[in-house]
Structure formats: C-alpha cells, structure tokens
C-alpha cells in the first residue's frame, strides 16, 4: 500500500508518462497481417491527449492507498474506450470532423472503413486488457466489466449519443440537455471513478460519495467544454471551433449563454467537491483533479 504525497502537478506528469508508456505496449504494432489496423488504432490512441479518464480512476485508486501500478493496466482500458468513442464520433455519418488533437481524424488518413474497424477493435481490446490483468483477482475482473459495460453501453455513453444526434432536429430543454451529457460525456468520468473504487475496494457508503462527485465533474466537464467550442480557436484546440453550432447542437453554451454557463459550470464543480469532504481521508488530490478538469482552457 502506498499514500498519495505528489503535488497534483507532479501527479498529473508522472501519471500521465506511466499511462501513456502503458498504452504504447497494450496496443503493440506486431501484426505483419493487418498491421494498418494497429497503426491507424495508435495514429487516434497515442495521440496528444490529456488522459483525464485513466488519471481520474488511478487519482481514486492512489487516495484509498493502492499503487498505480496495480491499477494502470485498468485506467487504460477506459482511455481505449474513449477513442474508441471519438474516432466513431469524427465519422461522416456521425459528426463529420476533419481535425481532432491538431491532426487530421482518423478516417481522413486511413479511410472510413479502417477507421470503423480501429473503434471497433479499441472497444474490444479495453474488454481483453481488463481479463487478462495479472493484478486483478476474477472477482474485481467482473466488476470492472460489469461497470465498463454498463457505463459505455446503450444505457451510458451510447444512449448519450444517440440522443445528442436525436437532439439536432428537436432541440432539448435544460433538462434533458443534463440528462444527454450525463450519459453522453458523464458516464465514462463516472466509470473511472469507479473503477479506481473498485480497485481500492473502497467501503459502498464512501462510493456513493465518490459517485455523486463524479456526476458533478461530469456535467461540469461538458458545460465547459461547450463554452470552449465557442470561445476557442484551432491553434488553442486542435479542431474547428463551433463544431457543435455547425452541427446544429443544442449546447450549454448556446441555451444558457457563455457566461451564465460558466455560473454554473463552477457551481457543479463546487458540488463535486462538497461531496468529497464526507470522505474520512485526504481528497486533496481528487479536489485539485476536479478544478483542473474543469477549469481547462483547452
């Protein structure tokens, strides 16, 4: 067992290294058969990215004690899941984006096809990690499937989507404009909350704590990520701004305002955190995760 003693700025670095080195080996480019499959899956994987969602469960994991090196095989999972989830995204049946991290998207490099296949086997690549993880006991296996799947699934991050789609010919009121992004953008923040409960085996009275922090991160996560779509520039960015305007999407910045959206992107935040002083120990770092996640200028 180990005790979180970094600054969060030196965290968020040597985490970040650890993460990004892992990734590089779970997806290795060692197929002489269908290697452009491999090569287009690590073009979107090993990109320039922040790592928010295996920072998070490893950030959860490391407060309760546990080493991120019992944890990192699994924080990597959701970051395959997440690309997964932004190459299908950038689609021309989808969001039709031409740019994604300061690059062209994945399928204007390797084509529609390849571009499908590389989400697809991302997807199932994260389900292979989480089985075959030495430091896992098959009890905490199932969990995390279990949470994965749920969280990513029709009821999660895929219902999200279909009604973000749904939402560009009826748009929403507030309220169900919360709903969309909490499954759309929130649960998969909620899942690496999750997971690095899980991973801690942290008492159920202190995960519904955890839980509702992350639903807060969540939304508050997505409002300023719209007021960013507006705000920003493609140099700050890496894509087009006003994506979600051009695309005819409802967004928190567009319903509310900039401003006003930003009101309550910060009262969010501070929910989030409230909900971590009912925790019996130290939640510095998950407080500092969530201002930095939140308070992001790009």
Do not use: W
């Amino acid at each position: 067992m180990m005790t979180v003693s970094l600054s969060f700025k030196d965290f968020y670095a040597a985490r970040k290294d650890a993460v990004d080195f892992r990734l590089r080996t779970l997806v290795p480019e060692n197929s002489p058969y269908h290697a452009s499959l491999f090569e287009a899956a690590r073009y979107s994987l090993l990109s320039s990215a922040k790592r928010l969602r295996p920072l998070l469960a490893l950030a959860v994991a490391e407060t309760y004690g546990v080493s991120h090196l019992q944890a990192v095989n699994a924080a990597c999972a959701l970051e395959l899941i997440h690309t997964y989830s932004l190459i299908h995204d950038d689609l021309p049946c989808m969001d039709d984006d031409d740019f994604r991290r300061g690059r062209p998207t994945l399928h204007k490099v390797f084509g529609e096809s390849t571009a499908l296949l590389a989400g697809d086997y991302l997807l199932t690549r994260a389900f292979e990690i989480i089985a075959k993880d030495p430091h896992l006991t098959s009890d905490k296996k199932v969990e995390l499937i279990q949470i994965l799947s749920e969280r990513a699934g029709g009821d999660g991050m895929i219902g999200g989507q279909v009604m973000d789609l749904e939402a560009e010919t009826a748009p929403p009121a507030l309220s169900l404009l919360e709903i969309i992004h909490a499954k759309k953008t929130g649960c998969m923040i909620l899942a690496a909350v999750e997971f690095g409960a899980c991973l801690a085996g942290s008492p159920p009275d202190e995960r519904t704590h955890l839980e509702a922090y992350a639903k807060e991160v969540g939304i508050a996560f997505q409002i300023i990520d719209d007021v960013l779509d507006e705000t920003g520039s493609f140099e700050e960015m890496g894509k087009k701004p006003h994506s979600d305007l051009n695309n005819h999407k409802t967004t928190f910045a567009t319903l509310l305002g900039i401003e006003e959206a930003k009101v309550r992107g910060a009262l969010h935040l501070e929910r989030a955190k409230a909900h971590l002083d009912n925790l019996p120990r130290d939640t510095t770092l998950l407080k500092q995760f969530a201002d930095f996640a939140v308070n992001r200028r790009y």
